[in-house]
């Protein structure tokens, strides 16, 4: 097992009945790497983040997590380093549970893998929220005093509480608005650099993949159809459909839009 | 980003709080002072009882009130009070035997068949269907025979048959939990299934059974008793339904006696309801809003005179939209100055909360319940709209002011073919025949890029993908040519693929057939994909209103500028420096 | 929606087959003493053990069953233990009356909470109210002590209604008439308690849906979206609840004949129960099972009708 990779999906097939959601899909991440996953809605990039995270169904194919096999192994059977691979879930209004304060919710990944007692882990509620920002006293609040930003802050440091190597990210920004976006992408982006843990970065919303991913995935259908360098995939797709995805965003400048649209409209009518 | 109602207060924080405040609500507090005394006088009744209720004493069979019978004699000459008063512990032991029986069984078989799902799910809830289909009374008679006259075993059955209540409810509860994403949180933290279920599950589903329990202890009092009532019950104990068909036979004689025992019934069933009453008015409290009676009363203060500019169709100035708060009116759009000419997109953008929803549903005079435009005028067309009264607002909309919405799929009648509601708008607001709306149903439908028009015509929606269906909307809206659309995040809920096409199809219709368009949105990149001119919204007010180039080339409000500058467009990409396994586990 | 309907049928026989077979056992599995009860305490063995041969019971139980279960598929559910006429002919007889009497409930209970229920959904204010206070006092009440006070009023004091009996339809539609209307009343106060609750919720939940708004926009008549769109799209609820109202009557009908002295299905079961007299219990239980199935099917039909997604 070579040292440079962290997890490695080896032709992972899922199927749920007669859909065939998963299609012979290969992956790696690397150590302290971003890989971001795009797609449009149904293409299977959730799926697979999920079954990753050993929430959603494996029908075959290995994911090796540091060497060893982890596919369709549910999380509280997972040993070692595989045992701490974390999730941020898209909506911070559901992914904490409302009647929960901020320190069961932080504690309770620690609890549940045994790592500390309830009293040393209740100490590293301060640190944790420290590393995403916020103050020590939120500890004691609940869910619902917090905006959508600092909710995700939360999902983010209990993603942390158990010093992960890798965490699954499904759409952690897109339920946000716009500037708070971009605070939650740059805290991400520090505690990367800080830890050196490695993101899986589902979303649909290529500028921000673009902006946090080293490498990035295309997913269409359940097949990977593009898997190669932000700035390659982002700014110079090889695929027709990567091509269409990036032309079919509309960008914040009316003068290129226009430019794009025309472009897209040929690619359209030429495929 | 649709509408500015807050999200509901979740209810199940506090646990002391929600026992305090079912308390501190009047009915809530008279109904725990009743069952209270119900079961002290059932626990004690030996002592408060003034004789055993088998007591018989001959010249006191039908007596009046009096001469130590608190209440007079039965048909035996028992006293009916001593009766009342051991009637409550047998009573309230028949319900909380049902009651333990339903519970136990259904929330057990709730909790496994909603979590694990699957062929147990199937299993369970056939037999809870085939429970419930049976009348409950008959059932405990047809069996009445080999159970014999113990009251108890009958409610033991009757516990059975009603715990399809309770499973139903857990059931749903938890399959409304269970995809939560915090409970995928937790299994990914490795909690097992069986904690899973204790710390994230019973939290959520605790208070609607608990609800569920006083209503069931109520229906429980009221079959035993009607058993008792029906001589089913052993007539050598004491219970309320028993007194009852001991005065029914002697009704003729004192009909008075009928009323104690039913009194005793219906005051500790009605115990039971208020109380549950009390706790789900408790849970509801978040999501209601004050009532608008008791606000200040508004004058709408319109604004200056109409436009003189014929090509101005719409000029919104100053106005002021309120919902219902603790303090007063929450004002959500605070002054907002907007126009539009004919032929123009004119795009809103915003974040969350920043008012342009609420702007675009006054347009519509379509605010949520209790909103109210408070001050400020609307010209349309040279007419002020604002605060139009409903009918005459509904001439306007559809015909001259249509609406786009941001989901598509929830905003198709699911219960209708697609045709009907294409044709129903048409026929109203236009006043055409059947046929005539069909034909141009087909045709709008071919216009706006149906492959097949008739298949979607009479489809159902739910047998069209989500960008159809918005196309289907997008058809609907513009089928009586309206001067006015307006399109509230039209794309949003669409993947980028087809959010191209709709904007496509959007901004050819709009130079085709010369409508404005009000397009709400938070996406810059649609602003400049489509728009005009734009307004940038915060906190209910317009920061800034430019025309689109201008905006973006030289933005002059720091706002805007900052929004500008958290749009992810141009960015560098990360460079990855390789790092090892063992660099970070150290 | 053949096949759909075929599927409702084929899951309604294997309830029904279940739960008699269920019945079977428990009753007569469960009944000891059954000739003596019905003889009395003099009987001698002899007498017990012919009347035992006589009725059959002498016989192991699946024999019993099986040559029950035979006679049932042929309409024959055997003779009254206690009434010495066939069960079939008894419950024939009886049907009507309780049948006459449950569904004018269900159809007051339907009208009644569908214009309370949705004129408190609309409008709020004084329905709204209206519907707290029945909630909480209709479902308090129970039906056989509300029957004795109304006897006691309107019977005994007024004098305005007969207290008891039952006059059959095509005798005296009248007489028909005054003779249901107190055990009508007595019976539907509960239903419309949680039926009118419940067309309230469904009615709420409708109007709250997105294409209500979108309807509204595109200029639609108030009239059309309440009564064509929302009341459509609550009517599965509505409904389902109806058919449980119904359950509960055919249960609440039993006490409900008794107060009234009303020769239906109810007071023949209760006496049944009273007496021991098996056979005719489980006539009533099959019978009760079927008119279940046949109302749910009913309102399986509308509902598929109504909501097309169910229709596959």
Redesign the interface.
Known sequence: MS??V?VQCIDVNTKFGAHHVLKNVNLTV?????VGLVG??GSGKTTLGRAI???GPVSSGRILF?GNDIAGV???D?KG?A?S???V???P???????MTIEDILV??IV??RQASLEEARARVRTLLDQVNLPSDAAYR???EFSGGQRQRV?IA?ALA?SP?LIVCDEPVSAL???T??RV?DLF?EIQDR???AYLFVS?D???V??????VAVMRGGEIVEFG???QV?ADPRHDYTK??L?????????R?ADR?AA??ALNTGA | MSAATPAPAPATSGRESLVLSVLTNPLGLIAAILLVLVITTAVFAPLIAPFAPGDLQIFKINAPPGDGYLLGGDGSGRDIFSRLVFGARNTLIGALIALSVAAAIGVTAGLFAGYFGGRREIVMSWIADGLMALPALIVLLAFYQSLGSSIQVSMVIFGIMLSPGFYRLTRNLVNGVKHELYVDAARVSGLSDMRIIARHILLVIRAPVIIQTSIVAGISIVIQAGLEFLGLGDPSVPTWGGMLQDAFANMFVVPTAILWPGLAISITVASFVLLANAIRDRLQQGNRTASVSKMPKVEAKPVGAAPTESDLLLDIRDLVVGYPGKAGWAEVVKGVSLQLRRGEVLGLVGESGSGKTQTAFSVLGLLSTGGRILSGSIWFDGRDIANLPEDEMQKLRGKRIAYVPQEPMSNLDPAFRIGFQLTEPMMTVLGISRSEAKARALELLAKVGMPDPMRTFKAYPHQVSGGMAQRVLIARAISCNPDLLIADEPTTALDVTVQAEVLELLRDLQAEMGMSVILVTHNFGVVADICHRVSVMKDGQVVETADVRTLFANPQHDYTKMLLGAVLDDVTPRTYAPRTLKEISA | MLNYVAKRLASSLVLLALVTTLTFVMVFGGADNVAQNILGENATSEQIAALEQKLGIDRPLYEQYLSWVSGALHGDLGQSWTLGESVARILSGRLPVTLSMVILATAIIGVVSALLGIMAAVRGGWADRAIQVISVVGFSLPNFWLGLILVVVFALNLRWLPATGYTDFTTSPTGWLASLTLPVAALVLSGIASASQQVRGAMIDALRQDYVRTLRAGGIKPSSVLFRHALRNAMPAALTVLSLQFIGLLGGAAIIERVFAIPGLGSITVQAALSGDIPILMGVVVTMIILVVIVNIAIDLTNAWVNPKVRL
């Open positions: 040292d440079d962290i690397r150590p302290g790497e971003t449009e809605s995270l050993g929430i540091e549910a999380p509280r997972r380093n045992a691979i974390q999730a879930f898209q909506d209004y559901t992914s904490l549970n409302p009647s309770e990944p549940a893998r609940y869910p619902r999902a209990r158990l190597h608005d716009l500037s976006q971009q992408l982006v830890t050196g843990v649909h290529l500028s921000v673009r902006h946090i991913s080293h490498r360098g932000c700035d982002t269409r995805l032309l079919a965003a509309p960008v914040a400048d009316p003068v839009q649209r897209l409209r």
